[in-house]
């Protein structure tokens, strides 16, 4: 089996500090949403408050996939940060139509706002928010656990950017229906990140070949090392966003020695590791057995 790591160091104590940011943040809009009585104010502490939950589902999940493999749990835990970043999408869109609801409300019950303080906590939120997605933006370009927590501070950030422009316009025009047109929008944008992210997410936790592989690709490249014969019931999934995998099956032209078949395996795990990416292959080698020689075959 081939490996390669070079895995980024991803720093879990950022998280910590984006958990706390978020905690007060989330204090604070609540008790100046309930004094404005701002529905954007408040919308927008719920999707704080959802966030203080998925930081934290994000730090155990980090913690988790630093375990080692024990003889029960042989992958260890790495799957658990695509778990973590499937339940934060799904976050993302419930609180969304949440949303959506609430402003909805508010459109057959208007009502007045104290909106100095929807405009003095928005920009409280921009700023605590702001350095939040710095602490975490270099992480997550390199884990999808990361990003999904880097995404729930960008939405917020800019949920507050739309709750200040709410708060000036009601502050110097009187327009209150500002509000609920606000918290619609922060919602609709809530709901295109999350379903991007749950689809990345999905994929990986069903297995599902990576977009970027084409099998066919793969049997022709193997077919052209000497020695090597037909790749077929192959498998390629991500285990986590480090670790691409294969397995399969290659029936050999000749009946060769274990050695020779070693020196086979090695040029296909170069091969599939330099064009494809591909870390981690399991290849059983076959001579003339009977069965299905189809390169992809339902177990």
Partial sequence: MGHDHSNHQVQGKNLIYSILLNLLITVAQIIGGIASGSLALLSDALHNFSDVLSLGFSLIAHKLSRKKATDDHTFGYKRAELIAAFVNASTLIIVAFILIYGATHRFFHPKSIESNLVIWLSLLGIVVNGGSVLLLQKDAKNNLNMKSAYLHLL?????????????????????????????????????????????????????????????????????????????????????????????????????????????????????????????????????KKEGSKETIVQD
Wanted: net charge negative; proline share 2%.
């Fill in 155 to 287: 939405t917020d950030m800019m949920a507050s950017v739309a709750v200040l422009v709410g708060g000036l316009l009601m502050k110097y025009f009187g327009w209150f229906w500002v509000d609920g047109v606000m918290t619609i929008l922060i919602a609709l944008y809530l709901i295109v990140v999350g379903i991007d992210l749950l689809k990345t997410s999905t994929k990986m936790l069903m297995l599902f070949t990576p977009d970027e592989i084409h099998i066919k690709e793969i049997v022709e490249e193997v077919k052209k090392i000497p020695g090597a014969g037909i790749l077929h019931h192959i498998h390629v999934w991500y285990l986590n966003e480090d670790e691409l995998h294969l397995e399969a099956h290659l029936d050999c032209d000749h009946d060769i020695k274990i050695s020779e078949f070693d020196d086979v395996l090695h040029q296909i795990e170069t091969v599939l590791l330099e064009k494809f990416h591909i870390n981690h292959i399991n290849i059983q080698p076959e001579f």
